[in-house]
């Protein structure tokens, strides 16, 4: 039996330099990169934008960069838990966890489930079926991820997979 194809990205984003865009370009910065569930990540602005960013930008890597038609609201996240069918991929993410927090020394605590589409889920879906045998046509591409922060540094892991369009329901 082979293991499901699976994407992974990594990022760290400085807090300070998102809260700065933030200054710079008042709300309108916000809502181009969050959609409005995704402000409520922190009770701080700032450090619920960054995290946001920090996050997609994990999904940005794993899907192998901003494909033509990119935009931040390919990635829409969907809640703590990992959706309806995807629960095989949280002890794969988690796994990863503990060498990226002994490297960063960050513990990343927080977690999210996001919904792939757009530009991006057509770009994930061709990397993942460069892996896959056959990833079939009526697949959806999630997304799995753990962050935390220290001081102004906020440290982001996030794993892509796919699973039956029909299965898939965020909690």
Do not use: N, Q
Not at 28 to 35: E, K, L, P
């Amino acid at each position: 039996m082979t293991a499901p194809p699976l994407l992974f990205g990594v990022d760290l984003v400085d807090v300070a330099r998102v809260t700065r865009a933030m200054s710079y370009s008042g709300p309108a910065y916000t809502r181009h990169v969050t959609s409005p569930g995704e402000r409520d990540l922190h009770a701080d602005p700032g450090l619920a934008t960054a995290a946001t960013v920090a996050v997609k930008e994990c999904l940005v890597k794993a899907v192998g960069g901003r494909p033509p038609g990119f935009s931040w609201h390919d990635f829409e996240a969907c809640g703590e838990a990992s959706p309806h069918g995807a629960e095989w991929a949280e002890p794969l993410l988690d796994a990863a966890v503990p060498e990226v927090e002994a490297a960063t020394r960050v513990a990343m605590t927080e977690r999210c489930a996001y919904t792939v589409f757009g530009a991006s889920g057509s770009a994930a879906l061709a990397r993942l079926a460069e892996r896959s045998a056959d990833p079939g046509d009526d697949v959806a591409v999630v997304g799995l991820a753990r962050w935390g922060f220290r001081g102004d540094l906020i440290v982001a892991l996030a794993i892509l997979i796919t699973m039956p369009r029909g299965a898939l329901r965020c909690p």
